[in-house]
């Protein structure tokens, strides 16, 4: 048996070997701006800018053909390129999307066939927000075991499809932009690096609280039926704020306790981007500097599970994010849903 480690020191000495290797993100061509939003409902510059911090948000073109399944593919094609390798070299797709195109195919199997990857296995994972951080803990999971040498995990989300774009819809249509972002994972026989730690928790009694509609009985709330909202973000966003804002503290904590180290030792945190406010207060609360805890929401507003990946590959092109860095990603989001993801890089 090996001696405990000494108090405060990290507590992984041997990690799986399994590596991020490249990274990849897509977004809509078209930007829409608050200034354009004024035009089509009821709302301010300043209301959207003061609650949320976003600015503009990318928002896809049906008829340019930009799909969940469209940037998705792009993304990971761009993240195959940044890692040096070809489609034939992965052997497992994971997609986390809660808006595929199609109930069926999954985007991932539609990824497979545009890349031309061959037979490798190939599935969607509905986790909403937190899809992309599931993603990389589940790939992971099969890459550690053996099973599997290479995986591409995307999260990919074109929501702006479930928002009203009037004033009946403000309340969520102003949050929500469109994306895609993808890394490569691969086991490699270097056990420097690896997960460290990871979270993956539910809480279904929440899901009242952010949820699409299909059809009457969907509304958690009788009274609360609106046909109007059939296919329709319904958002509590009271709730959810004080959700997000008191959970993502806790998840903070959970994952840096189980790899036995502070706040000041990761070098990145990665984050949903849901509230430039939200982030905002988990910087103070740790005490985080701007260049540890990035937000990008200004120009993307909130893009699911499209947020975390697309922040990541943002990030690695430019050069901050580095081999023998620690890097935690953060998700959390309809479900309610909320996990975790530490990587030593
Ligand atoms: N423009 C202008 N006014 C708006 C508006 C909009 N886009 N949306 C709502 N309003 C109005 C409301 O109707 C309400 O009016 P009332 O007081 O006359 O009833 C008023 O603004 C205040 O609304 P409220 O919901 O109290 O605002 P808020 O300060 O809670 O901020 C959110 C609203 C949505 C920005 C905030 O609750 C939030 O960020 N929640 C988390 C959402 C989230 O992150 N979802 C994704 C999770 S992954």
């Known amino acids: 048996m090996s ?9 992984h000495t041997q990690l799986s070997g399994v590596c991020i290797v490249g990274t990849g993100s897509a977004v809509p061509r078209r930007t829409v701006s608050n200034a354009d939003l004024e035009k089509l409902m009821d709302t301010s510059d300043e209301w959207i800018v003061q609650r949320t911090g976003i600015h503009e948000r990318h928002i896809r073109d049906d008829e340019a053909g930009e799909t969940t399944a469209s940037m998705a593919t792009d993304s990971v094609r761009l993240a195959l390129e940044s890692a040096g390798l070809a489609p034939a ?22 990824v497979a066939d545009r890349l031309a990857t061959g037979q ?23 890459l550690a075991s053996g099973q599997y040498r290479c995986a591409a995990v995307i999260g990919a989300d074109t929501v702006t499809r479930h928002c009203d774009f009037s004033t009946l819809g403000r309340a969520e249509a102003v949050l929500f932009g469109d994306g895609a972002g993808a890394c490569i994972l691969r086991a490699t026989d270097d056990t420097t690096k690896g997960l460290i730690a990871q979270a993956m928790h539910s809480d279904g009694g929440g899901a009242k609280h952010l949820f699409i509609p299909s059809c009457r009985g969907d509304f958690y709330d009788a009274a609360a039926y609106d046909e109007r909202r059939i296919g329709r973000i319904v958002m509590n966003g009271t709730a959810v704020f004080k959700f997000a804002v008191s959970t993502f503290p806790k998840l903070i904590e959970q994952t840096l306790e189980q790899a036995g180290i502070g706040p000041e030792q990761v070098d990145h945190y990665i984050c ?5 406010r939200i982030l905002g207060a988990a910087r103070e609360r740790f005490g985080l500097p701007e260049e540890k805890l990035h937000v990008n929401i200004a120009s993307y507003g909130n893009t699911v599970g499209a947020s975390v990946p697309l ?7 430019a050069g901050r994010v580095k081999p023998g860095q620690k890097v935690m990603f953060l998700a959390f989001g309809a479900g309610l849903t909320w996990a975790s993801s530490l990587w030593q890089m």
């Open 3 to 11: 001696a405990p480690a000494p108090a405060g020191s990290p507590r």
């Open 89 to 110: 070299d992965l052997d497992m797709i994971i997609c986390g999307t809660m808006t595929p195109d199609m109930p069926t195919p999954s985007v991932a199997c539609i």
């Open 120 to 142: 490798i296995a190939a599935m969607d994972l509905n986790a909403a927000c937190s899809g992309f951080v599931y993603g990389m803990n589940v790939a992971h999971a099969f």
């Open 272 to 276: 949903h981007q849901s509230n430039a």
């Open 311 to 317: 922040i990541l590959d943002q990030q690695a092109r």
